[in-house]
């Protein structure tokens, strides 16, 4: 193989376990590109696939859902059978496992860091369920925790605060590459706590008891230096009191994909301003909201009440690396506020 076809290759593999370790729509995939590389090339090319994707140790060990996966292959086995007349064994065979598998309720979506460790997330099958949103990872969560690897020293040796952590991608993915002193991650609904004490547990992190006032615990990070002091808590945006979020004293506070509704900008838009009038003799922290467009009004209401509130802010400029597999026509965004 050609050195040119050989990064091309290597290219799409890493696109198909991205994208499949994601568990991403199998729309997203690069399937055009695959059937071109399979009229010259044999069999080995979907080998690798299947070893990259359905026989990934992280798959192994933290599957995705079943009907993802036997989706996923029988489109596998149609283009390798568009391109070649032998039928490949290992494809049908990976098939017939998953078709006596049982669905759980519950799913996993992996995501590869930089540093060759992983975020795996398991998740709620369907996208909105119980009442809540904070059961899936939103894009905007993804785009901002791309942002904070690529920039670690906003968050290394400080304490973050995250408002709507939801399953906990961004935060897991800066508590195991950015370094932070301690984490705080929050959500309102049960269930999404639940799930995300969890997600920390699956990840390796160390979690301390529900706390309210991480900073009246000097005494953190004893048990591993490498390791944040990861709590979680239950935030209630509208009835959270001045005192509660005084006592987290957040070097930085960040939020990804919270502005999907008018009543949302306001309860978040008020929390932010008791965040910044508690500060006291403390620097007044760093924020940064991301956020997908998908309503331009409900992105200029967060940014007028940001100006009724008395804070200014600025837009972050895009960041060059894109380590996550999002969808690419999402426009999204991140606001640097100044509480």
Same mark, same amino acid.
């Given at each position: 193989m050609a050195p040119e076809e050989s990064v091309e290759a290597s290219r799409l593999l890493q696109s198909f376990e991205r994208r499949f370790l994601a568990?991403?729509? $199998?729309?997203?995939?690069?399937?055009?590109?695959?059937?071109?590389?399979?009229?010259?090339?044999?069999?080995?090319? $979907?080998l690798d696939i299947l070893q990259k994707t359905v026989k990934h140790p992280l798959c192994v060990k933290h599957p995705p859902s079943v009907k993802y996966t036997r989706c996923f292959l029988s489109e596998l086995i149609r283009k390798h059978e568009a391109a070649h007349e032998e039928p490949l064994d290992e494809l049908y065979e990976a098939l017939a496992e998953i078709l006596t598998a049982e669905e759980p309720t519950q799913c996993h979506r992996s995501y590869l860091l930089p540093s060759g460790d992983s975020v795996t997330l398991s998740e709620s099958?369907?996208?909105?369920?119980?009442?809540?949103?904070?059961?899936?990872?939103?894009?905007?969560?993804?785009?901002?925790? !791309?942002?904070? &690897?690529? *920039?670690?020293?906003?968050?290394?040796?400080?304490?973050?605060?995250?408002? /709507?952590?939801g399953a906990g991608l961004t935060g897991l993915a800066i508590c195991k590459?950015?370094?932070?002193?301690?984490?705080?991650?929050?959500?309102?609904? /049960?269930?999404?706590?639940?799930?995300?004490? /969890?997600?920390?547990?699956? *990840?390796?992190?160390?979690?301390?008891?529900?706390?309210?006032?991480?900073?009246?615990?000097?005494?953190?990070?004893t048990h591993n230096t490498e390791?944040?002091?990861?709590?979680?808590?239950?935030?209630?945006?509208?009835?959270?009191?001045?005192?509660?979020?005084?006592?987290?004293?957040?070097?930085? &506070?960040?939020?990804?994909?919270? $502005?999907?509704?008018?009543?949302?900008v306001l309860s978040l838009v008020r929390v932010l301003q008791t965040l910044s009038a508690c500060q006291k003799d403390r620097q007044a922290p760093d924020a940064y909201i991301a956020f997908t467009i998908r309503n331009p009004e409900t992105c200029r209401l967060f940014t007028t009440e940001l100006g009724k509130a008395g804070i200014s802010w600025e837009a972050v400029p895009r960041h060059n690396q894109k380590l996550f597999p999002y969808e690419e026509h999402s !426009?999204?965004?991140?606001?640097?506020l100044m509480l």
């Amino acid at each position: 193989m050609a050195p040119e076809e050989s990064v091309e290759a290597s290219r799409l593999l890493q696109s198909f376990e991205r994208r499949f370790l994601a568990a991403r729509a $199998l729309r997203s995939f690069p399937w055009q590109s695959l059937e071109e590389k399979l009229r010259d090339s044999g069999p080995e090319l $979907l080998l690798d696939i299947l070893q990259k994707t359905v026989k990934h140790p992280l798959c192994v060990k933290h599957p995705p859902s079943v009907k993802y996966t036997r989706c996923f292959l029988s489109e596998l086995i149609r283009k390798h059978e568009a391109a070649h007349e032998e039928p490949l064994d290992e494809l049908y065979e990976a098939l017939a496992e998953i078709l006596t598998a049982e669905e759980p309720t519950q799913c996993h979506r992996s995501y590869l860091l930089p540093s060759g460790d992983s975020v795996t997330l398991s998740e709620s099958s369907a996208i909105i369920s119980h009442g809540t949103t904070g059961l899936v990872t939103w894009n905007a969560a993804l785009y901002l925790a !791309e942002w904070a &690897i690529e *920039n670690p020293a906003a968050f290394t040796h400080r304490t973050v605060l995250e408002l /709507g952590s939801g399953a906990g991608l961004t935060g897991l993915a800066i508590c195991k590459m950015c370094h932070p002193r301690a984490y705080v991650f929050s959500d309102c609904h /049960g269930l999404v706590l639940e799930q995300l004490r /969890g997600n920390i547990l699956l *990840n390796g992190l160390l979690l301390e008891s529900d706390a309210t006032a991480p900073a009246q615990h000097p005494g953190h990070n004893t048990h591993n230096t490498e390791s944040p002091r990861v709590t979680v808590a239950q935030l209630d945006w509208d009835i959270v009191t001045a005192p509660q979020l005084a006592a987290f004293q957040p070097d930085v &506070i960040i939020a990804a994909d919270v $502005l999907y509704c008018p009543e949302t900008v306001l309860s978040l838009v008020r929390v932010l301003q008791t965040l910044s009038a508690c500060q006291k003799d403390r620097q007044a922290p760093d924020a940064y909201i991301a956020f997908t467009i998908r309503n331009p009004e409900t992105c200029r209401l967060f940014t007028t009440e940001l100006g009724k509130a008395g804070i200014s802010w600025e837009a972050v400029p895009r960041h060059n690396q894109k380590l996550f597999p999002y969808e690419e026509h999402s !426009e999204m965004e991140i606001l640097k506020l100044m509480l």
